[in-house]
């Protein structure tokens, strides 16, 4: 019971904010409290020696950081909310202090604004279709929101398509809203997934691993079969090779990938491409 | 960053952190926790505690019932089924304590409308039930990505009849204690009479659930006859041994 204080404070999450450079790449816990570094002086609008007046003379000035998946803003600080590993990305132009996230792993979708996703048609009510994206509500499909569609002129749509589309409107209060056409009225790629094919579930980090620019991963599958695939943001991913057998090889590797070094991947690949 | 991402089953059996098996100095027992077992529910944990073994798994943020929808908040569910036979009262009362712990650590504001349920399994039952559930859930909760404003422990202590303090109490230590009538027949004698035993076990069992963020008390349920002083003891001891649990979660989550 009579515990040394310090191997305990040590310990303590939160209760010592740490600056969130320091923490980059580290697992981070939820409760965790995070510092913003403040703003260089060189930055001034005037040139060297030069400052811009400030009104408040005694408050530091803060970077603007955006704050991803996984972090709250709380005060002047970054409250964790999630587990995982803390990322940084530097911003491209402009100013600001780039955006922090929190890498985690999670099995539930949760849609947000611009992410194409694969949805399953659950139901046919009115002008709407009820589109199951594997989040809390099923999104609504308008059926004017494919290319080339008019009044008229409906889509073939039945209950049970696979539909790949990108949310319009996606936030905690409302019901999502996806549409299979860009802001230009062309479909690029998005619309009823034709026929055959297997679609299958995976965890969010794999999706968002795959889709990675230079992934190996699938420079290397495209070098197996023929194929056609297509990644929802939501976990799922549709599959087709030439022949059944060849597709569901590739969905097991894909499932697999996740558990698997990158040896294990390369010896998998060598023998299969053997065969 | 390929490397770093591997979820290989992410099976991190923990050895409990530096407490060995009951000394006088540091009373908790062995731990363990591993994570991502079970392949449907988003999130799921099994936490074990000596021999007392609790599996969890979360559901959510999930569809919820109109009727059960809260319109600005998440509505959290938690459902406890015992090793053996159907849930009872004591069960929804374990529910329901533990759902008020959850509900005030999890950011229900995220995710309105939608429903966060926590199914418990009793895997074996060996003492301090309550706060190795409360533990289980708070690692499955972690493993499904609901956000969360701090992490949770449970933390038990059973009070001796002497005073004395017993962190993390085994099923025999917390037998309340009570009168044992050792006689024959039915003859209505008081406590002084020598056919009565006294047995000397818990004379109180208090359970605590703290955050990690100020170990500020979420939850308190408590069993017997205790003092102020006591329970204030009781807190202190309960707040110390939470650093070991919080240090154990920060061990097994690390990838």
């Known amino acids: 019971m009579a515990e040394p204080v310090s191997v305990a404070a040590e310990y303590l999450a939160g209760s010592r904010a740490r600056a969130a450079r320091t923490v980059l790449g580290q697992v981070v816990l939820p409760g965790e409290e995070l510092l913003l570094p403040e703003q260089e002086d060189a930055e001034g609008p005037g040139g060297a020696g030069e400052r811009p007046l400030s009104l408040n003379a005694g408050a530091r000035s803060r970077v603007r950081v955006v704050c991803g998946p996984g972090l709250r803003r709380c005060g ?3 409250l964790v909310t999630k587990c995982g590993r803390l990322r940084h990305k530097e911003p491209g132009s402009g100013s600001g202090g780039g955006v922090y996230w929190v890498d985690s792993q999670q099995k539930r979708y949760v849609p947000v604004k611009g992410d194409h996703v694969i949805g399953i048609v659950t139901a046919k009510s009115g002008d709407i279709f009820k589109v199951d994206v594997g989040g809390s509500e099923p999104a609504s499909l308008s059926y004017l929101s494919f290319e080339g569609a008019t009044k008229r002129n409906r889509p073939n749509v039945q209950v049970g398509d696979l539909i790949y589309g990108q949310f319009v409107v996606a936030n905690k209060d409302m019901e999502p809203e996806m549409v299979c056409i860009d802001s230009c009225g062309r479909a690029n790629g998005m ?36 194929l056609e695939i297509v990644f929802g943001m939501n976990g799922r991913i549709w599959v087709k090779a030439k022949t059944i057998q060849q ?8 499932e697999a990938c996740e558990h698997m070094t990158s040896d294990q991947r390369k010896q998998i690949f060598s023998r299969l491409a053997e065969s | 960053m390929e490397e770093e991402m591997h979820t290989d089953a992410k099976i991190r059996a923990e050895i409990g952190t530096g407490c060995s098996p009951r000394g006088p100095g540091c009373s908790l027992r062995h731990f363990a926790c591993e994570q991502n077992l079970l392949s449907r529910p988003d999130g799921s944990a099994s936490f074990l505690q000596g021999d007392t073994s ?4 979360v559901y959510g943020p999930a569809e919820v019932k109109v009727s059960k929808e809260i319109f600005n908040k998440a509505t959290l569910e938690v459902i ?21 712990t959850c509900e005030a650590v999890v950011l229900g504001t995220l995710h309105p409308r939608t429903s966060i349920t926590v199914v418990l399994q009793v895997v074996s039952d060996a003492g301090s039930l309550l706060a190795c559930c409360l533990n289980a859930a708070c690692m499955a909760l972690v493993d499904a990505g609901v956000p969360m404003r701090a992490l949770f422990c449970g933390v038990t202590c059973a009070l001796d009849s002497d005073g004395t303090l017993v962190l993390d109490p085994t099923s025999k230590q917390e037998k309340v204690s009570t009168w044992l009538w050792k006689g024959r027949g039915l003859e209505a004698k008081g406590p002084e009479s020598p056919q009565w035993d006294w047995l000397q076990e818990a004379r109180a069992v208090l359970t605590f659930a703290l955050d990690s963020v100020e170990r500020k008390l979420l ?11 006591e ?11 939470s650093q070991h649990v919080f240090r154990f979660y920060r061990e097994s989550l690390q990838r």
Request: net charge positive; aromatic share 4%; proline share 4%.
């Open chain 1, 76 to 78: 002047d600080r970054l």
């Open chain 1, 191 to 226: 619309g009823v997934i034709g026929q055959d094919g297997l679609l299958f579930k995976v965890t969010l980090g794999l999706i968002r691993k795959l889709l990675a620019p230079d992934c190996e991963i699938i420079q290397e599958v495209g070098k197996l079969y023929p």
């Open chain 1, 247 to 254: 597709t569901l090889i590739l969905a097991n590797i894909l």
């Open chain 2, 54 to 57: 609790v599996l969890a798994g």
């Open chain 2, 80 to 100: 406890l089924r015992p090793k053996i036979g159907l849930p009872g009262v004591a069960e929804k009362s374990r529910e329901r304590l533990i759902r008020n």
């Open chain 2, 219 to 229: 939850m308190s349920s408590t069993k017997g006859l205790y003092s102020d002083s």
């Open chain 2, 231 to 241: 329970l204030q003891q009781c807190l202190a001891a309960a707040q110390a041994a």
